[in-house]
């Protein structure tokens, strides 16, 4: 894999022929491209420019063999410890964000927030519960999203994707994206998703900010966002609320290393400082195996573990 690691390398030297068309950095600390605050090196961290230098890359990486990782903002993510032994594709350069009447088009690198503002600048209603979720667009449609009642299948209507094994441009429209609690159809496929569209109403711009604020002093209020996390660590399991059920267990406030049960919001694992994907890891399990043995049931992480 290391010497084809630098054959891709050398690949994209000539690619770029002086330019920056693919922008590299190799043995990357992961750590500072996630909201956990956790992980090892990339060997290749890689943020190609536009639609030509992604599928380049792909292909390139394709076959020489060498593994990719499609990475938004990395707020849903756990990086290993060890790293990835291969490249991490960061979506970021992909950040445009067109109004259109009432549809709002992004680029799978536009962070959540910035649509839901600029929608709410324009008067445009549908994304005030998305504000505050710490995501990129791409990330938000893989995930559905959500938050408050709302979620991203709610608005969203076409999602532009490269195929990853066929390298080629497709699209999803309306039910095709497959939507589910916390799920999509990228979730199934292989795919990095370009753009999406988004359809919302007209709406009055001071009760869209009146919604948003709201939204807003709710997490400030009831998530632990003074904490590098990556949000709700497990799945609402049906008819229950995880979070309550890991307080009922007495797991608040339990940490292994560096990784601790919020004490504020115990759905939460949060790094203290130094935390280690094998910390975190280990807690799961922990909250895991109480939780089964309380309530005979088994909770599903959220977050994804990439390694
Ligand atoms: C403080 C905090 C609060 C949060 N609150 C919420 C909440 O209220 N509701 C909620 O749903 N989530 C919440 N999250 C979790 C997270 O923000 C969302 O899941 C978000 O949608 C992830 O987007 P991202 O860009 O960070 O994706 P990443 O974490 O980078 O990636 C998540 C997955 O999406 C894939 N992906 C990302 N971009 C692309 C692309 N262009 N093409 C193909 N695949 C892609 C990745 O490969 C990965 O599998 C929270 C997280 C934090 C840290």
């Known amino acids: 894999m290391s010497s084809n690691i630098e054959l891709l390398l050398s690949c994209i030297d000539s690619y770029n022929n002086g330019e920056f068309k693919i922008k590299v950095k ?7 491209h996630c909201s956990f605050r956790i992980g090892g090196n990339a060997r290749v961290f890689a943020v190609p420019c536009d639609v030509e230098a992604l599928i380049f890359l792909l ?5 020489l063999n060498v593994r990719t990782y499609i990475l938004g903002n990395g707020s849903n993510i756990l990086f290993d410890d060890n790293g990835f032994d291969g490249v991490i594709i960061s979506s970021s350069a992909f950040n445009k964000i067109i109004i259109d009447g009432t549809t709002i088009k ?20 549908g994304m005030e519960c998305l504000f505050g979720i710490p995501g990129t667009i791409g990330g938000a449609v893989y995930m559905n999203a959500g938050a408050y ?16 094994d066929t390298l080629t441009l497709s699209e999803v429209i309306g039910n095709e994206h497959c939507f589910g609690y916390r799920h999509s159809i990228f979730k199934d496929i292989n795919a990095f998703i370009l753009d999406t569209e988004m359809e919302l109403k007209v709406g009055s711009v001071s009760e869209i ?18 904490f590098p996390s990556a949000g ?12 309550q059920m890991i307080d009922e267990v007495g797991l608040k406030g339990r940490s292994v290393g560096g990784a601790k049960v919020s004490e504020k919001h115990a759905g939460f694992v949060i790094n ?6 094998e910390d975190v890891l280990s807690l799961i399990e922990i909250i895991k195996s109480e939780i089964r043995k309380v309530y005979q049931i088994e909770i599903e992480t ?6």
């Open 26 to 32: 190799e043995n990357e600390t992961l750590k500072h």
């Open 302 to 307: 959220e977050i994804i573990h990439v390694k």
């Open 209 to 226: 900010s009146l919604l948003m604020d709201d939204f807003k002093q709710r997490r400030i209020l009831k998530q632990p966002l003074e």
């Open 59 to 63: 292909r390139e990486a394709s076959s």
């Open 106 to 125: 992004a680029e799978s690198g536009a962070m959540l927030s910035a649509c839901a503002l600029k929608a709410k600048e324009n008067g445009l209603s």
């Open 149 to 164: 009642g709302g979620e991203m299948s709610d608005i969203t209507v076409k999602t532009r994707y490269i195929d990853l």
């Open 232 to 243: 709700s660590t497990f799945k609402r399991y049906p008819g229950r609320y995880t979070a």
């Open 272 to 277: 203290t400082g130094n935390a280690t994907s």
